[in-house]
């Protein structure tokens, strides 16, 4: 299962403008997408049909909001794709905890450490932190931190 | 009563509180010198550091019941061969040693039995 | 209480906490059981118990400073750790690593593998109730631990790697250390086969025992061992060559069913490769440094990166994003054990609480890791 | 400190009988197998063929605390397994003792730094500790010279040691 024929399916899903090619000797990652919110569903449906499995749900906390991503990978070619979707504070995301199961750990770890809701999650409740946490500990104004910088400063768009 | 039978009842009766003693007696001793510990949960069952879900009084499948009953005929099999051991090789050595294995032929039956018949297999009810 | 007993009773299931303390849970996981007799309705892993803020402590700590907290992610594998975040950053900066670092790193990392796997033989066969093995793999373990020390510095928790090299230059005792342990491992092949591979108690326990086929597999996410039982060859040393590797020839070991003894055999064969690939890389060791200049604090270019290493229990990728500053503005580690984890609430239904041991097991978890 | 209620001492207490006791406990350590990171491998290393545990008849590792009278906190302490360790601490019967092994069971160790929210900084917060072995992991030795260092603990004094069968290097002051 090469690149190009998961290009081809997340193309019917993003639009081309939204697809960035990344240097693989650097970023580690051959493929960037920006997706938003309402389109991770089709473009995890897209990756399954392209035989790749969900590597990690990573979320980033920056001034305009967090920011959340999915990294999808093939265990027959490098072709490690980013989708980067960034939310306003406090909109939620849909879980594709029902597409791949590996997401319902990973989205609970996010709601619990981030606090960012996923729609029609099966059990979004606690996982790491003691039962009776009420706070999201990797907020940026939550405890000691270095910076806190919006997406700007960082990816420069 | 012959004097001599009385006397032979008093050798049961010490044996019997030798035995009482013998049982009773590492009880007594703990409970004298053996320290105490203090705590909230101390009583609580032990369930690897969680609290206890619910009781133990639930009804649970018979297959337990039937390994209790296995272990149990053996255990009062190994009974009978105490006393087996000590008259052992008094002579007759091969007579002995049939009659052990015929004991013990005959009490394994009971296992192939349960076991052909299917009882130590978990059956799944789900 | 007296009427408690009248009504019937028809809930038959009753929960058990396989809990935060259990011998064969190795660390603090919490197994949380409905058991219905001796067969598990329901399965919930509970983690967290473990759970140090790891992710926490990298935003407002230097990336030097992070770097002992790498190897007490996962202390059983924790070189490889070290390399993996080590490689990330130097990546990142466009640090060029001298060779013989390079060859080193991989030696070392291979030698962790190895002693991962022995502890995991270990304590797997002790579960199941073998005591001997045990001893066996520790004292082959020791060994390494030895050698490994003698050049990092510790037993477990290595800060070895370091931006832009390694700390310590390897001495011809350490090269004829490691030949020597080699050939002892090698030696001693047939008596684990012996005493365990060929052990009908053994076989009993671990065939046909919690089958994961390559779509459950890769629907949670599994790397490693697990998924390479499940007959998929994916390792990150060959799929994305990293470091020396791509100059090595190794196999990867796979198996078919994905049960418990495929995934036993496998690390097996993985243990013979790992020592395959220290042979040819003992050999090709070349002189030179042993550290690139590095500035004393290492500031990365703005952006984002991810970094994938092959740990002994899968992949292992750093995903840093930095702010030009000399703090990482966010660093998650994606862990293997996580997916491997997760794989239990559809693996464990349905089978005999016995065989929890054996399926636990044969996974080999590592709990910090898992909860970071 | 925790709030450490005394517990009763025996209800007989005669001095020769709690000396042969002490004796008897000193050398049957039989420790609780509690890992909790990556110091519960050093103390596997310890138990396991070369720093031997057996030597001094501390290898027992008993799974449940009903039937062990040795705690060895080895490992970080999180927030969410404090409560666990003193549920396991008081289901132990007495005499019981506990070694801090490793830093983090002492002071929180590596992950102790001001915006720390996940973890209980020292296992004498707790419970109550009688021998804090530092190290990070401790060696295997070290947590053999903890458990010598608990043995004199409990026949108060090396000297009394009977079964002891080799010297100790006594520290200064010790």
Redesign the interface.
């Known amino acids: 299962m090469s690149l190009e024929d998961l290009k081809e399916k997340l193309s019917k899903v993003v639009e081309p403008g939204d697809m960035v090619p990344r240097d693989y000797e650097k970023d580690g990652c051959l493929l960037e997408i920006k997706a938003r919110a309402e389109q991770v569903e089709a473009v995890a449906k897209a990756a399954l049909e392209a035989d790749c499995f969900l590597e990690s749900i990573a979320a980033v906390d920056f001034t305009n909001g967090p920011q959340i991503i999915y990294q999808f990978n093939s265990c027959t070619s490098i072709s490690r794709v980013l989708v980067r979707v960034q939310l306003s504070r406090g909109e939620s995301v849909v879980s594709i905890g029902s597409i791949y199961d590996a997401a319902l750990w990973y989205e609970r770890e996010v709601f619990e450490l981030f606090g960012i809701r996923f729609d029609n999650h099966p059990d979004l409740r606690r996982l790491l932190l003691p039962e009776d946490a009420d706070f999201y500990p990797l907020l940026k104004d939550y405890g000691k931190v270095h910076a806190f910088r919006s997406t700007e400063d960082i990816y420069g768009e | 009563m012959t004097a001599q039978a009385l006397h032979d009842f008093v050798y049961v009766g010490v044996f019997l509180l030798a035995a009482v003693l013998f049982a009773i007696s590492p009880l007594i001793a703990s ?12 009583a ?1 069952t ?9 009781s ?6 018979v ?1 337990y019941y039937i390994y209790a009953l296995i272990f149990l005929a053996f255990d009062v099999d190994v009974l009978y061969l105490f006393p087996v051991a000590l008259a052992y090789d008094k002579g007759f050595f091969i007579r002995d040693f049939i009659e052990i294995v015929i004991f013990i032929g005959i009490l394994s039956l009971a296992i192939v039995y349960a076991w052909r018949k299917g009882v130590f297999t ?1 059956h ?3 | 209480m007296a009427n408690e007993f009248l009504e019937p009773i028809t809930e038959q299931t009753f929960y058990l906490n396989m809990g935060p303390q259990h011998p064969s849970t190795h660390g603090v996981l919490r197994l949380f059981l409905k058991l219905d007799g001796e067969y598990i309705v329901e399965a919930d892993p509970v983690i967290g118990y473990g759970h140090r803020g790891h992710e926490k402590m990298a935003e407002s700590h230097l990336y030097e400073q992070f770097l002992p907290n790498t190897s007490r992610m996962d202390y059983l594998a924790g070189l490889i750790f070290n390399h993996g975040y080590v490689a990330a950053v130097e990546k990142m900066t466009g640090i060029e690593v001298p060779p013989r670092a390079e060859y080193i790193r991989v030696i070392c990392a291979e030698l962790n593998r190895i002693s991962s796997h022995l502890l995991w033989f270990g304590t797997y066969v002790m579960d199941l109730g073998g005591f001997t093995p045990f001893l066996y793999s520790f004292d082959d373990r020791e060994n390494i631990l030895d050698i490994l020390d003698r050049v990092s510095g510790s037993r477990l928790t290595y800060s070895y790697c370091r931006f832009g090299g390694v700390s310590r230059d390897v001495d011809d005792e350490f090269i004829t250390a490691t030949h020597q342990f080699i050939e002892r491992l090698r030696s001693r092949w047939d008596d684990y086969h012996n005493l365990v591979t060929k052990n009908v108690i053994f076989i009993h326990r671990a065939k046909d025992v919690g089958v994961i086929n390559r779509e459950v597999a890769l629907r949670f996410g599994c790397t490693g061992p697990i998924l390479r039982a499940a007959g998929v060859p994916y390792d990150v040393r060959k799929a994305e060559p990293y470091s020396v590797y791509s100059e090595l020839d190794f196999e990867i070991p796979t198996g078919t069913k994905g049960d418990a003894l495929d995934r036993y055999l496998v690390r097996l064969q993985e243990m013979e490769q790992s020592l395959h690939i220290i042979e040819q890389a003992l050999e090709r060791l070349p002189d030179g440094a042993i550290k690139a200049a590095v500035p004393h604090k290492v500031r990365p270019p703005r952006g984002d990166y991810y970094f994938a290493v092959e740990s002994a229990r899968g992949a292992v990728g750093f995903y840093i994003v930095s702010d030009g500053t000399s703090y990482p503005y966010r660093l998650k580690a994606r862990v293997p054990s996580y997916g491997n984890l997760q794989v239990l609430t559809e693996v464990l239904p349905g089978t005999l609480v016995a065989d929890t041991i054996s399926i636990l097991g044969s996974i080999d978890i590592v709990v910090p890791e898992v909860d970071r | 400190m925790a709030q450490k209620e005394i517990a009763p001492g025996a209800r007989v207490q005669l001095a020769v009988v709690e000396e042969v006791l002490n004796l008897c406990r000193a050398n049957s350590l039989w420790p609780m197998t509690f890992g909790l990171a990556c110091c519960a491998i050093e103390m596997m290393a310890a138990g396991a063929s070369r720093f031997d545990l057996d030597r001094f008849g501390a290898g027992v590792f008993r799974p449940s605390p009903r039937q062990s009278d040795l705690m060895i906190v080895a490992g970080t302490i999180s927030k969410k397994m404090a409560p666990t360790i003193v549920t396991l601490w008081e289901q132990m019967p007495a005499p019981k003792w506990c070694i801090a092994m490793g830093n983090c069971a002492i002071s929180g160790g590596p992950f102790e730094y001001d915006g720390q929210y996940a973890i209980v900084p020292g296992a004498e917060l707790i419970v109550p500790v009688d021998v804090y072995v530092p190290g990070c992991p401790p060696r295997p030795e070290g947590l053999i010279q903890g458990f010598l260092a608990l043995e004199d603990l409990i026949t108060k004094g090396e000297k009394r040691n009977v079964l002891r069968r080799f010297k100790r290097k006594i520290v200064k002051g010790r």
């Not at chain 2, 409970?31 to 101390?42: E, N």
Request: proline share 3%.
């Open positions: 409970w004298l010198i053996g320290g105490r510990s203090v705590g909230a949960k101390r609580e032990y369930e690897s550091g969680m609290p206890a879900i619910g133990a009084w639930i009804q649970f499948s297959a978990w799944k009810r789900r």
